[in-house]
């Protein structure tokens, strides 16, 4: 069963701290995808990449940054949390080409 | 830029009664258009895209070029159909979805 795993289900975090979360993929996948998702929003697109150490913004990149150093893991990191950061996050993979994405089953963030 | 719209936050529906949630897109060209689900305490999965013209669990869509609508309809809902559904766009020559903000199926027994 191919997987997209998010290291933690839930965590919680102080205003100011700077939060690590984490996707790894054993698909081979070459995109990687980070989303948050907000009742009333959808899903909103963060950050993506379409190869190992390459990156782009999404729609809402502010306060946000990301990281690819090998192609099955893509780590995404706020420098300094802030409530307004408190959201689920969803990372997600893709083959290029074929459409479709794999999702992981999110990390639900709680800043305080 | 590229939008999907999901008019309705929420739809209710009996056990067997048709559904039909509403996604329309803006886009000059031919969009790759998706559906997406989200049960309860699941991960989020694909349900069907426009392009395989298959149907999934009984679902399926339409794309109508005109009203730019890709439509998502079920003839008979069933309790197990109940989830968060999401639309999502793909533009061409990139690999990134856009989505909707989705419409909250339910279905009474």
């Known amino acids: 069963d191919v997987k997209v795993t998010q290291s933690s289900r839930y965590l919680v975090k102080r205003t100011g701290e700077k939060v690590f979360l984490e996707c790894v993929q054993d698909?081979?996948?070459?995109?990687m995808f980070w989303y948050r998702q907000d009742p009333g929003l959808g899903l909103r697109l963060i950050y993506f990449s379409y190869d190992v150490k390459m990156k782009e913004k999404g729609d809402i990149p502010e306060g946000y940054s990301v990281s690819r150093e090998k192609k099955e893991r893509f780590s995404l990191i706020l420098e300094s949390a802030s409530t307004n950061q408190t959201s689920m996050y969803l990372c997600a993979s893709s083959s290029t080409g074929l459409g479709g994405y794999t999702f992981g089953s999110g990390t639900r963030l709680t800043v305080v | 830029a590229q939008r999907v719209t999901q008019p309705e936050k929420l739809l209710s529906v009996f056990k067997g009664a048709p559904v039909e949630l509403k996604c329309n897109y803006s886009?000059?060209?031919?969009?790759?258009l998706f559906w997406y689900v989200q049960y309860s305490r699941q991960r989020l999965q694909l349900l069907l895209r426009h392009i395989s013209r298959e149907s999934i669990k009984g679902f399926t869509a339409d794309l109508n070029k005109g009203e730019t609508s890709f439509h998502l309809k079920k003839p008979f809902a069933q309790e197990e159909d109940s989830a968060m559904y999401y639309c999502a766009t793909s533009p061409l020559s990139t690999d990134k979805l856009i989505f909707g903000t989705g419409t909250r199926l339910q279905v009474f027994p």
């Open positions: 886009y000059s060209g031919s969009p790759e």
């Open positions: 698909m081979d996948h070459e995109n």
